[in-house]
């Protein structure tokens, strides 16, 4: 879990809790903060969260080009 001054972020959120967050975090920022450290703290915390959608869009992506071949492969071997 990371704590930033009351903004917590979990370790092991998946896609749909880090997009929550980020766009939580934009609407923050984008309503006003006043105090730069606060700021700073959202900063860090919505690129954490974006890094998390990044790293859960890589495995997926990973996972369906493996699926994919899996796929042309096989009807391939059918073809046969």
Same mark, same amino acid.
């Given at each position: 879990?990371?704590?930033?001054?009351?903004?917590?972020?979990?370790?092991?959120?998946?896609?749909?809790?880090?997009?929550?967050? +980020?766009?939580? &975090?934009?609407? $923050?920022? /984008?309503?006003?903060?006043?105090?730069? %450290? *606060?700021?700073?703290?959202?900063? #860090?915390?919505?690129?954490?969260?974006?890094?998390?959608?990044?790293?859960? +869009?890589?495995? &997926?992506?990973? $996972?369906? /080009?493996?699926?994919?071949?899996?796929? %042309? *492969?096989?009807?391939?071997?059918? #073809?046969?």
């Amino acid at each position: 879990i990371y704590v930033l001054s009351g903004y917590i972020m979990k370790k092991d959120l998946n896609f749909e809790q880090a997009i929550k967050r +980020l766009e939580e &975090i934009v609407e $923050k920022l /984008e309503s006003g903060v006043e105090e730069l %450290e *606060e700021v700073v703290t959202l900063f #860090e915390a919505g690129s954490e969260a974006a890094r998390v959608c990044s790293e859960k +869009l890589n495995v &997926i992506e990973n $996972k369906i /080009e493996i699926i994919t071949r899996k796929v %042309e *492969e096989q009807n391939s071997i059918n #073809e046969v």
